[in-house]
């Protein structure tokens, strides 16, 4: 009852000052892991039932952060599923973020994980599935205006040189892709939180992001072919939204019987 209360209220204001955010704020801790030798930490937030060991996990766009997921996060958990989103440390190639991100669920104790992923965590997602393909880690995908092939951006050139680049221009580049025009409004906060969560990241956390999403690879789909995937093509970011939670619902209630 209280968090629908805060639903309706959300709607007013900036979404980081909104008592939605921070009712999120106040009862799922964020927490940091380090698994390997990598300069930052995995940051995370972990909710619901901490005795299921094959959660929903959330992978973030280029932009986006561990908390860009809240809504998502208090709504699941309240419904009984676990949900973890997590927030990159700088991996610099896939291959090592899918061994890093193994090594985190080796430390949670996870066995095999549900992966919504968006965009550049949408591609990841099929890395990780496909890279773990002989040890399955990943038991389902659901992915958000994913891709397979980083050749579509065309950018697998400049790839090598992100990490000499000076973070307003990597901040730049990704600011050019979000929609500006004729947005409702519960989109635009959308946007404008995500921006700010994007000011929150280092120049080596953009830097490694777009090199990963860019550099020249694709996804082998023989290696994935026994992995159920649901795929959704939306517009702007409006998986914010509470109007998407029945669609997790049923995508988690469906794979958990399959």
Request: proline share 5%; with cysteine; charged share 20%.
């Amino acid at each position: 009852k209280e968090l629908s209360v805060l639903n309706r209220m959300a709607d007013s204001g900036p979404i980081i000052e909104s008592q939605l955010y921070e009712h999120f704020r106040s009862i799922i801790p964020q927490r940091k892991i380090v698994v390997d030798s990598a300069d930052q930490p995995w940051v995370l937030y972990d909710a619901g039932p901490r005795n299921v060991r094959s959660p929903l996990v959330c992978f973030s766009p280029v932009c986006g952060t561990a908390d860009v997921f809240y809504r998502q996060l208090l709504d699941l958990s309240a419904e009984g599923y676990r949900i973890i989103s997590v927030e990159y440390p700088t991996y610099w190639s896939v291959e090592e973020f899918c061994d890093g991100f193994v090594k985190l669920m080796d430390h949670m104790q996870l066995d095999k994980v549900h992966i919504f992923g968006a965009s550049l965590g949408a591609y990841l997602g099929q890395k990780l599935a496909e890279r773990t393909y002989k040890s399955p880690r990943v038991h389902s995908l659901f992915l958000c205006n994913g891709f397979m092939d980083t050749t579509a951006f065309r950018q697998t050139t400049l790839a090598k040189a992100y990490w000499a680049l000076p973070a307003f221009w990597l901040k730049r580049q990704i600011m050019m892709n979000l929609p500006t025009d004729n947005l409702k409004p519960s989109v635009a906060k959308s946007i404008d939180f995500m921006v700010e969560k994007l000011d929150t990241l280092d120049r080596s956390q953009l830097a490694s992001r777009l090199t990963m999403n860019c550099t020249d690879s694709y996804v082998e789909p023989q290696k994935i072919q026994d992995v159920f995937v649901t795929i959704m093509d939306v517009s702007a970011l409006v998986l914010m939204c509470q109007h998407c939670i029945p669609v997790f619902m049923f995508w988690m209630h469906y794979t958990r019987s399959t």
